[in-house]
C-alpha cells in the first residue's frame, strides 16, 4: 500500500512538475474550473432567493449536502478521474504499457496524467461545506464530528469506486465512457440536492443500488439532526464506512476480473 | 532452466459481429492455437509469420497483458499474467507501433520517470543510460518531448527506455517497422552486441527478414496460430526451399543455361534469372558461366521472407 502511494507519487509528481512549466496555464486552469464550479453553487443560491426551504431543508443545510459531494466528488476526482479515459487507453494502446511496469495498473491510471488542477473543486466545495457547517444551527457532539469525518472519507471513497467501476467496464467493453460519467458526475449533481425532492424510487436506488446516498444524505442526517422524510432505519446515518468498505471491495474485485478479462487490441 | 518455457498455449477471441439490423454472430478466432516451445537464457530468437498469425498475441501472453485460455505457460518460472507486477522488472517490452515513453514528458523525464518506476539504482541507471544512449545516438534528443520524436529516434529511445532496468529478457514486437536502412543497421548491430555482451534473452518480431538472421539463431515460424518451423537459419532455408537468385545479362541473347546445381526461372532478352538453393556457393555456378559465356553484368539476390515462408505455410 505505502510502495503504491509512493508509486503515485513520482508518478503524479512528474505530471505535476511538467504542468508546471506551463505556470500561467495551470492558474488559469484552476481559476476558471473554480469559478464554474461556483457558478454550480450559484444556481442554489439564487434559487433560494425565491424560496425558504427546499424538501424542507434550509440554504445552509443545503450547503453542508452540497460541500460534502462536492468534496467527495473531488478528491475521487483527482486521484482517479483518469480512470475516465480508460476506453482511450485501451484503444491507443497505453494500458498494455501499463500492464507491463511494475506498479500496479491501477496506480498508474489515476497518476497518468495527474491534473493538479482539479484541486479547485475540493477547495471550492470545502469553502462551501465550512460555510454551512458554520451557519447551520448544529449540536456538536464527538459522534457528530466522528460522522462528519468518516464521512468526508468514505463519500470519496464510494466515488473512487464508481469511477473504478466505470474504468472496469470500460476495459471490459473497450468504451462507453459516457456510462461511467452518467454514474459519477450525474451521481454528483444528483446529491447536491435534498433526497427529499426526489420520488422515493430515486432514494432506494441511491441507497440499495449505487450508494451515493451514504456519501453525504445519510451522514448530513445525522449531523444536521434532521429525521429522515423516508423513514429509513436510523443506522443508516452512521452506516457509510460499512457501505463505503463494501463498495471499495466491489470495485476492486471488478477491476481485477475487468483485467482478466482484458482483450487488448489485435494491433 | 528455460527462461521461457510455453506448452500448448492457446488464445481465442470471441468477436461479435453485427449482420444486418438486429443479426448478431459470434465467431471464435484462435489467435494462438497450441504452441509449444522453450526458450534458454540468452537466446536471440526470431518470431516471424504472416499478418494475423498470432505473434503479438503471443507476446501479450508472455507478458502477462493477455491472461491465455489454455495451456502451460512460464517466464522466469512465474505465470506471467498471475506474477504480472513482478514478472515486469524482469523484463523489457518494445511495441513497435507504440511508445513506451509519456508523450508529452521530454525524453530525460520519461526516462528518469521510469527509473523510479523500476527502482533502478542510480549508478546503474546512470552507466545504462549513457551507455545506451551513446549507442543509439538520441543524446541531442533528451531535452525534446517524445511527441516531438521522428518515428526513428522515438524507437531508439523506447529500446533504450526498455533496458535501462537490466532486464534479462528484452521482447521486441517489430522494432524496425518505419526505419531507415541506416537505422535499421544500427539496431541490429546494437541488439546483436546486447545479445552477445550482456547475454540478455531476446524474442523479436519482424517482417523483415534481414532482422532475424543479422540478430537471432533461432526462428520460430508461426501461421493461423500454431508453429511451423522451429531451428536455425541453414533449416529454415532448407525447410522453406530457399533459393538464391542469380541475375546474369549476357552480352548476346543465349538459349536457356544448363549449369548444373542451378536452374533458369525466367529470360528476358539477353537476361536470365538462376536460381541456386541457399545453402550452397554461388561461386561454381558463377565460374560455369563465365567460363562458356560472355558476360555483361551480374548480380545475386537473398532469399527473402516472402520467398521461404509461403513454402512454410503452404505444408500441412
Ligand atoms: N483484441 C483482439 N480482439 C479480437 N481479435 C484479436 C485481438 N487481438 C488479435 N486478434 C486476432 O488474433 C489474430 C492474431 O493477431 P496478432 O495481432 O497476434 O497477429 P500478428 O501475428 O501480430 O500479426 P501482424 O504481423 O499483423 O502484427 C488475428 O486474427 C487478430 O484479428
Ligand atoms: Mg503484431
Known sequence: MSEALRMFGAIAGAWVRAGFTYRTSFVVLTSTGMILTFLDFAIILIMFSHLDALGGFTLTQIAVLYGLSGFAIGVADLLLGNAEMLGQRVRDGTLDQML??????????????????????????????????????????????????????????????????????????????????????????????????????????????????????????????????????????????VVAALFVAVAALTWRTALRHYRSTGS | MPMIDVHDLRRTFLIRERRGVLRRTRREV?????????????????????????????????????????????????????????????IGVVFGQRTGLWWDLPLRDSFELLRRIYRVPTPTYERNLSAYVGLLEIGDLLGQPVRQLSLGQRMRADIVAAL?????????????????????????????????????????????????????????????????????????????????TVVVDFHDEVPPIDVPGSRVVRVDGVRQWLTVPAGTPTGPVIAALASSHEIADLSIREPTIEDVLPHLYARP
Open chain 1, 100 to 241: 507491463v511496469r511494475p506498479v500496479p495498473a491501477l496506480v498508474q491510471v489515476a497518476a497518468d496524467r495527474f491534473a493538479l488542477r482539479r484541486v479547485g473543486r475540493v477547495l471550492q466545495s470545502g469553502a462551501v461545506l465550512g460555510w454551512g457547517l458554520s451557519a447551520a444551527p448544529i449540536d456538536w457532539t464527538p459522534l457528530r464530528v466522528l460522522v462528519l469525518a468518516s464521512a468526508l472519507v468514505c463519500g470519496s471513497l464510494i466515488f473512487a469506486s464508481l469511477f473504478v467501476l466505470g474504468g472496469a467496464f470500460q476495459v471490459f467493453a473497450g468504451d462507453a465512457s459516457e456510462v461511467a460519467n452518467a454514474f459519477t458526475y450525474g451521481g454528483n449533481t444528483l446529491t447536491q440536492y435534498p433526497l427529499a425532492i426526489y420520488p422515493v424510487e430515486v432514494v432506494r436506488a441511491v441507497t440499495f443500488i449505487v450508494p451515493l446516498a451514504f456519501v453525504n444524505w445519510y451522514p448530513a442526517l445525522y449531523v444536521l439532526g434532521v429525521d429522515d422524510p423516508f423513514d429509513l432505519p436510523a443506522a443508516f446515518q452512521v452506516a457509510s464506512p
Open chain 2, 30 to 90: 484462435q489467435a494462438v492455437d497450441g504452441i509449444t516451445f522453450s526458450v534458454e537464457p540468452g537466446e536471440a530468437v526470431g518470431y516471424i509469420g504472416p499478418n494475423g498469425a498470432g505473434k503479438s498475441t503471443t507476446i501479450k501472453m508472455l507478458t502477462g497483458i493477455l491472461v491465455p485460455t489454455s495451456g502451460h505457460l512460464r517466464v522466469a518460472d512465474l505465470d506471467p499474467s498471475r506474477r504480472r507486477t513482478e514478472l515486469a522488472r524482469r
Open chain 2, 164 to 244: 535501462l532496468h537490466d532486464p534479462e529478457i528484452l521482447y521486441l514486437d517489430e522494432p524496425t517497422i518505419g526505419l531507415d536502412i541506416a537505422s535499421k543497421q544500427r539496431l541490429r548491430t546494437f541488439l546483436r552486441e546486447l545479445n552477445a555482451d550482456r547475454g540478455t534473452t531476446i524474442l523479436l518480431t519482424t517482417h523483415d527478414l534481414v532482422d532475424i538472421e543479422q540478430v537471432c539463431r533461432r526462428v520460430m515460424v508461426i501461421d493461423h496460430g500454431r508453429l511451423a518451423f522451429d531451428g536455425d537459419f541453414a533449416a529454415l532455408h532448407a525447410a522453406g526451399q530457399a533459393t538464391r
